[in-house]
């Protein structure tokens, strides 16, 4: 069965930093690119990163841009999301996805993680 | 940014109806939309890629139309699990876009 599952979420402080996992299975994780898609409670969907099948290129959505880093270990079939400096704002449920080529959809997803900046 | 102008925000109809959901581009994306389903407490379901191809599994009620600035999403006779919110989302250009989503609730 072809798998997505997120962890590393939690509650964390304001400036703080907290890093998300995301481990596939049931694919040829190496072949495919990687997405990071968040919801704030209540809210829409909202593109944050992603990455392509071998990690050269990531792309960023202004409001992470410098913040966040995405990366990936293909022999571990893991992606990850490196967020620093974490602000109020961030407060989300935030998706692993797989993608399409070139991008343009997201046909496989987590259950999600849930990521909490408060004081 | 393109933004994705989803109408109306709230459909409410009854199961057997017809369900048609909008989706408006501030400028074209040509053929790169997508359509998703999620329900509460659930990931997004990809439904349709490429305007009008149905993603894996989905039920042939579901189709997509359109290209360019202007696409629909056409439920053809809602079954009880199709009450839900939709969104598009865009790749055409970077950063990648969703709509603010269309819930679709029983009349």
């Known amino acids: 069965e072809v798998q997505l599952l997120e962890s590393g979420g939690g509650l964390v402080q304001p400036g703080g930093s907290l890093r998300l996992s995301c481990a596939a299975s049931?694919?040829?994780?190496?072949?495919?690119?990687l997405s990071w898609v968040r919801q704030a409670p209540g809210k829409g969907l909202e593109w944050v990163s992603a990455?392509?099948?071998?990690?050269?290129?990531?792309y960023y959505a202004d409001s992470v841009k410098g913040q966040f880093t995405i990366s990936r270990d293909n022999s571990k079939n893991t992606l990850f999301l490196q967020m620093d400096t974490l602000r109020v704002e961030d407060t989300a449920v935030y998706f692993c996805?797989?993608?399409?080529?070139?991008?343009?959809?997201?046909?496989?997803w987590g259950q999600g993680t849930m990521v909490t900046v408060s004081s | 940014e393109i933004v994705l102008t989803q109408s109306p925000g709230t459909l409410s109809l009854s199961p057997g109806e017809r369900a048609t959901l909008s989706c408006r581009a501030s400028q074209s994306v040509n053929s790169y939309l997508a359509w998703y389903q999620q329900k509460p407490g659930q990931a997004p379901r990809l439904l349709i890629s490429d305007a009008s191809n149905r993603a894996t599994g989905i039920p042939a009620r579901f189709s997509g139309s359109g290209s360019g600035t202007d696409f629909t999403l056409t439920i053809s006779s809602l079954e009880p699990e199709d009450f839900a919110v939709y969104y598009c989302q865009q790749r055409n250009n970077w950063p990648i876009t969703f709509g603010q989503g269309t819930r679709l609730e029983i009349k």
């Open positions: 049931g694919f040829t994780f190496s072949n495919f690119g």
């Open positions: 996805a797989r993608v399409l080529s070139s991008y343009r959809a997201f046909d496989i």
């Open positions: 990455i392509s099948t071998s990690g050269a290129n990531t």
